[in-house]
């Protein structure tokens, strides 16, 4: 799947963890997809399987950080 934000390339270069935060979400095996939302309030990932959620969220909070906030949606 290809997603595209125009934002996050300047953001990223002010910003370098969301830029390793995406970096890191792409590289998970559970992960489609991921992108920043907007001009940077949020790093997102499409996941496939909806009960991975979980399993990324605690994955994310001991691998990059344990202050992370996460939440699982279904569209």
């Known amino acids: 799947m290809s997603l595209q934000n125009d934002l996050e390339r300047p953001v990223f270069e002010k910003y ?29 990932a499409v996941l496939r399987d909806s009960k991975s959620a979980d399993v990324i969220a605690t994955r994310a909070r001991e691998e990059l950080d344990p202050r992370l906030w996460a939440c699982a949606a279904q569209l």
Do not use: H, N, Y
């Open 16 to 44: 370098i963890f969301l830029a390793q935060m995406k970096s890191w979400l792409r590289d998970q095996p559970e992960v489609g997809a991921a992108l920043m939302s907007g001009s940077g309030s949020t790093v997102f």
